[in-house]
């Protein structure tokens, strides 16, 4: 069955040069121009991923994207941004965003990040029809892979699937240090740029969800001049 996509961008030639691209390359492809028209398209479909631009007039991406993860939207979202702005595409992977490419950018390197994203939930749902354990523990939170939650008592703590994604590469290799390179590879399966701060907005969002002081962390910790450790005991 052909995988579902959604483009919004506010400019018609690129939206629908990225459509026609994507339709050659198998997708079903789906577009709008704004935050009403991809209202109606969720409404008619399930798509399995979304490209949002962020420039969109009423509503931006960014308002799009925190509305639809607010209102338990889980479906992956890469973010198209102008070249350089930095800020935006921090405060769109603090929103929620997978992903993002800033504009210009080629159409492969487009096709490249949403299959590295279908790549990476294939992977993940063949684990969790596997052997392997579908319930992790630690302190007072329960991580369970095969239903993508994370509760803390019997409070649900919402993940975005980037979130799920990094947070489940850190539960696997418990209290063993991991390089951004590494976590990179193994969570979204793609070299790191060396101005990609994608994993570093999303280990603080994460320190957010499950540490007492985010500044101050118990679990996920900083390795100066490495990367990251998560030092727990799984139960």
């Known amino acids: 069955m052909k995988k579902k996509i959604v483009i919004i961008d506010d400019d018609r030639k690129i939206r629908e040069l990225i459509k026609q691209y994507l339709k050659d390359q198998g997708f079903d492809c789906f577009a709008g121009e704004d935050g009403s028209e991809l209202n109606e398209i969720l409404t008619k479909k399930e798509p399995d991923l979304i490209v949002l631009d962020l420039m969109l007039p009423k509503e931006s991406g960014l308002d799009i994207c925190k509305r639809l993860r607010v209102n338990k939207v889980s479906t992956p979202i890469i973010m198209l941004t102008a070249k350089g702005d930095e800020v935006d595409r921090i405060i769109g992977l603090e929103m929620g965003a997978d992903d993002y490419l800033p504009k210009p950018f080629n159409p492969r390197e487009l096709l490249a990040r949403i299959n590295s994203i279908f790549r990476r939930k294939s992977f993940e749902e063949a684990v969790?029809?596997?052997?392997?354990p579908s319930v992790l523990k630690f302190d007072d939170f329960e991580f369970n892979i095969h239903e993508r939650?994370?509760?803390?008592?019997?409070?649900?703590i919402e993940l975005t699937s980037g979130e799920f994604s990094l947070l489940k590469v850190f539960i696997e290799n418990a209290n063993q240090p991991l390089s951004r390179d590494q976590i990179m590879q193994l969570a979204k399966g793609k070299e790191l740029d060396v101005f990609d701060r994608s994993i570093d907005v999303q280990i603080s969002r994460i320190r957010k969800l499950i540490e007492i002081n985010p500044n101050k962390p118990q679990f996920l910790k900083t390795k100066w001049g490495y990367g990251y450790v998560f030092e727990i005991k799984i139960l």
């Open 128 to 132: 969790a029809s596997s052997n392997t």
């Open 149 to 156: 939650t994370l509760k803390k008592g019997s409070k649900n």
